[in-house]
Structure formats: C-alpha cells, structure tokens
C-alpha cells in the first residue's frame, strides 16, 4: 500500500466514525419538513428496530443527502422499490437516517463502501436504476 493509500484509508476509518457518531434523526411526518443538508454527502438509514436497512451517497452533481432522502420518501430510488415495495412513504413510520456531508467525490465513494462493507445494510444498490 502506497503512503497515499495509507492516509485515504485513515480519512475514510475517521469519516466513517464520525459518521456513525452522528445523532439518527427521524424522517418526517406527512408534509413535516425533512431537516436534511443540502450539500453531498453519505447517509445510513436505520428500520425501526434500529437495523441497518440501507447506505447511500449522493453521486449526482447538484443532489444533496436532502433531496436524495425526499426522492427515497416519495419511493422513487431502487431502495424504495426493492425494500419498500416501492411505498416511500414507509420510511415516515419511525425509520430513522444519520449522514455526513462529504465534498470530495472520490471519499464519498470510498466511505459509501467501506460502510456498506461494515454495516452490511439490508438492502445492497448494484446500481441497477428504478
């Protein structure tokens, strides 16, 4: 391992802490408001026994974790679809979401695998599409 690889793989361990040190919030009721960042980032979401159900990140440009979340809650994302039953609005009953803004595209995607590695979520996206 290069000495680069060696300081990635400590950026990616520390994010994924404080990730995880991150209070869970509560997806909102039907129209309460989502408190959510608008900037990009990853997100973990908890079912409402606490386990770990999904991990994301937002590859897009110009989505942050907000809207990523609100296209989850109106189940229009492969997750909604395969885990939901393509009923969003599911994740208004008590599931909860911790996340981490997170700038740099390439440590978004490094920290999206290695907490999908790590919590092993339910539902797994192999970037199949909707």
Known sequence: MTPKQKRERKTVITLF???MKNPLQTFPPLRGELIAPKKKGVYVIHDPSGMVVHVGRTPRAKEGMH???????SGNSSFTHKHLKKDGSKLRSKYQFRCIVVDDSRHRA???????WQLCPEHFGLGEGI
């Open 17 to 19: 802490t404080k990730l």
């Open 67 to 73: 809207r990523r979340l609100r296209a989850h809650m």
């Open 110 to 116: 490094l920290l999206e695998a290695y907490a999908a």
